[in-house]
């Protein structure tokens, strides 16, 4: 007896899924390796330089405590 020459992609190892089962299984597998398609064909956004990079001139949050009103100058 040969390998058939097409083997399954799926095998049902332990009991006996109905029909509506194993459709559900290969609709989510299709969809999660259509989304891992896809990822994988964007792009990464693109880092701002450093010279763009805005994130520098943000201060630091305000601490709540004694005299911190004289910090909210700094």
Do not use: F
Request: net charge positive.
């Amino acid at each position: 007896m040969s390998a058939p020459e097409n083997p399954p992609h799926l095998a049902v190892v332990r009991g006996e899924p109905t029909a509506e089962e194993v459709a559900v299984l290969t609709a989510v597998l299709s969809a999660r390796a259509a989304a891992a398609r896809r990822a994988a064909e964007e792009p990464e956004p693109e880092r701002p330089s450093g010279w763009r990079d805005r994130s520098r001139e943000l201060r630091a949050p305000l601490r709540p405590g004694p005299g911190t009103w004289r910090m909210s100058t700094r």
